[in-house]
Structure formats: structure tokens, C-alpha cells
């Protein structure tokens, strides 16, 4: 059997250019044979879990995920015993979508130290925006510019944030477009640090399932959060979008987005960073969208979540002597492949990001999107006149 797995195995990497025991950056090493019947059975989560055990390695993990995932991989690659599991209880259940708060607890809340050492100042945990940018703050600054000014804030609006995280996009918005913001999420780690970085400001952060939102507002801004909604509650979603949204308002959904549409989740990922996370497809939302909102623009920033990915992981890295102290060395190669691992998706494309603007009857003559950096400037000083 280890046999077999192995000749299989190596015929997929040599394919993508990678070579076992290669000098290459991308070029994989194995230390444990062991490594080939776990893959071979295990898929995703046979791969992650012998790379956390320290089975195997590679120098340049982002470029051999760019390189594999630009191939088409074969069917046992992509339908191992773990995917058809989680398909088959995904199908039965209303899972990933029926606990809402265990993404909270099992991701979000792991340790505020370790997301502000990644994130950096603004907090941002989401594909920034490099176009004109130099830096990561920069990039995460210009992504918020973007989604206020898609949104057209005015001053005075009120705002609802659904998956506010630490409150960065409510801050932002409230700082310089003199809106009122409620940011609501389901950790309580993200509560307490964006209450804390959004004190004296006109933001109202809430420890709450978007399904409970009963009030009405200007415009609704969702960055990052639909990924944990779960393909069975795309619709629900969409209703509680309708429902709260002004007849004249708009609303920014910033979802990661698959080029396929499926109702499983990776099971590694799954396993150990973003529990039931499901990502969908453009397909899967238009169908929720379908007679409930108009679709106004709809913008892919995809290519820039690569290198928004490579700045986390310089930063995670960065700051390991400290975080070292309270996280433990297999907790740093869990973290580095998930990092790394997406930043390679992103790069070979299997994965987009996309900025999508509903609304409600439909912009009367026609939605425009927001360009040019001094136009930017100009309108958001006059807010405040």
C-alpha cells in the first residue's frame, strides 16, 4: 500500500515541478515514509497533520501550494476518505451553520496577543488592499477607505457591522466619516478589545448572532464573516440583510469565494483553524441573493490576499520569541502552513475575494464605483463641513 501511495504521491508533485528531496525552495523532504500512505488516505487532512508532526518539510511552503494547486489534481487527491465524511455530514445536518459562537471560541478567541502581533495596528484580519500601497497597514487602511466610499457614508448614518472583529472597519468609519457603527460579532475576546480600541467613538459593540439584529440601518458592511455562515443559512443571511437594510441603503458583502460550488468543508482547516468554515461560490450567492437584493458591483481584490497572507506570516514570525513563550512549537508549524498553505491557494487563483454591493430596489440611475485617491480625500473633508 506504501508503496503504491508513494508512486502516486510523487507523480502529482513531479507534475507541479516539485521534487522529492530536491534542492529547490518549493522541492518537499520527507523524513517519515510513513508520510505517503497518510496522505494518500487522509487528502488535506493527511498532509497538514503529518506536516505538524514534523514528517516532512519545505523551505518555501507558499510556492509549493502555488505550484500543486496550479495543476489538476487528481480525483483521489480531492475526494479522500476525510472530504467524503464531512460532505456526507454536512448533507445530513445543518452543520457548519448551527453554532454560530464555536468559531468565536475555537479561532477568534485563541489569544488577542497573538492577532495583534499578525495583524498589526489596524487589526485587520482580511485581504487588504495593496493598489497605491506600500505597506500592510497602508493596504488595510486603503481596503476600509474602499468599503466606506462604496458604501457612500455620510455623516450621521447609522451603520451595522456584522463580524466586526476587533472593531477596525467600525473605527475607521466612525473616525473619518462621522457615522455611528454597530459592530456586532461572536467572540468575546473581539468584544472586549474592540470596545476597548473604539472607546470614545460613536460605536456600539455587541456580543451577537446576526439572526437576532431586529433594527434598521443606513447601510450594512460584512467583511470576512460569510465564510462561516454555512451554505444552508446563504439565504437566511440574505433576509436579515433585507430586513435591516433602509429601502435606499446599501450593503458591502467582502467574502473569500470558491471557483466551484460544493456543500463540503476542508477537513483540515476545519480541524484546526476555522471550524466548519464553508467558502462559496459565486453561484451559491446569487442564489440567495436571487429576488431579495439587486446586485450593484461586483469587484475580485483575489490577487491581493497572496501577499496580504505573506506579510501575516512575516509578522507571526517576527514576533515568535515572544509568542513562543505562551505557544508551543507545533502550535508555530500549525499556524505557519495555514498561513502559508493559503497564501499559495490565492496565488494559483483556486480562491478568490470578492467586494460585492446589494441593495435593496437598486440605485435610481445606476451605482457607480468609487475611483481616484484625491477624489477620496476631497469628499470624505467635506463630510465634516
Given at each position: 500500500m506504501n508503496l503504491l501511495a508513494k508512486k502516486l504521491i510523487l507523480k502529482v508533485l513531479a507534475s507541479a515541478g516539485i521534487t522529492l528531496n530536491g534542492p529547490a525552495p518549493e522541492d518537499i523532504q520527507v523524513y517519515d515514509q510513513r508520510f505517503y500512505k497518510r496522505v494518500f488516505l487522509g487528502g488535506s487532512l493527511g498532509l497538514g497533520e503529518s506536516?505538524?508532526?514534523?514528517?516532512?518539510?519545505?523551505s518555501a511552503l507558499d510556492t509549493f501550494f502555488a505550484r500543486l494547486l496550479s495543476r489538476d489534481l487528481p480525483a483521489w487527491v480531492e475526494n479522500s476518505p476525510p472530504l467524503l465524511l464531512t460532505t456526507l455530514i454536512n448533507r445530513l445536518t445543518n452543520f457548519p451553520s448551527w453554532r454560530p459562537c464555536h468559531i468565536g471560541r475555537a479561532h477568534y478567541d485563541i489569544g488577542n496577543d497573538l492577532y495583534e502581533a499578525m495583524l498589526g495596528p489596524t487589526m485587520a484580519y482580511s485581504c487588504a488592499y495593496w493598489k497605491g500601497s506600500r505597506t500592510l497597514d497602508e493596504a488595510q487602511e486603503a481596503k476600509y477607505e474602499l468599503a466606506c466610499r462604496k458604501l457612500g457614508l455620510r455623516h450621521g448614518q447609522r451603520v451595522l457591522d456584522i463580524g466586526c472583529g476587533w472593531g477596525g472597519l467600525a473605527r475607521y468609519a466612525a473616525m473619518h466619516y462621522g457615522v455611528?457603527?454597530?459592530g456586532i460579532t461572536v467572540s468575546r475576546e473581539q468584544e472586549r478589545l474592540a470596545r476597548e480600541r473604539c472607546r470614545s467613538l460613536d460605536v456600539e459593540i455587541r456580543y451577537q448572532d446576526y439572526r437576532d439584529v431586529r433594527e434598521s440601518f443606513d447601510h450594512?458592511?460584512?467583511i470576512g464573516m460569510f465564510e462561516h455562515?454555512?451554505?444552508k443559512n446563504y439565504s437566511t443571511y440574505i433576509d436579515v440583510i433585507r430586513r435591516s437594510l433602509h429601502n435606499n441603503g446599501l450593503c458591502l458583502l467582502h467574502t473569500i469565494?470558491?471557483?466551484?460550488?460544493?456543500t463540503h468543508v476542508d477537513p483540515w482547516i476545519s480541524s484546526y483553524v476555522f471550524p466548519d468554515s464553508k467558502i462559496p461560490s459565486l453561484a451559491q450567492i446569487a442564489r440567495a441573493v436571487e429576488g431579495a437584493l439587486v446586485t450593484e458591483d461586483l469587484e475580485n481584490i483575489g490577487a491581493d490576499y497572496d501577499r496580504t497572507l505573506m506579510a501575516w506570516w512575516q509578522n507571526f514570525e517576527t514576533a515568535w520569541p515572544t509568542l513562543g513563550q505562551r505557544y508551543n512549537e507545533r502550535f508555530r508549524r500549525m499556524w505557519r502552513y495555514y498561513l502559508l498553505m493559503c497564501a499559495g491557494i490565492f496565488r494559483s487563483r483556486r480562491e478568490q475575494v470578492w467586494q460585492i454591493v446589494l441593495s435593496p430596489n437598486g440605485v435610481t440611475?445606476?451605482?457607480?464605483?468609487p475611483v481616484g485617491q484625491t477624489e477620496r480625500v476631497l469628499e470624505r473633508e467635506k463630510y465634516f463641513v
Open positions: 506536516y505538524v508532526d514534523g514528517w516532512w518539510d519545505v455611528k457603527v454597530t450594512i458592511v460584512s455562515v454555512g451554505y469565494g470558491s471557483l466551484r460550488s460544493s440611475g445606476g451605482y457607480r464605483r
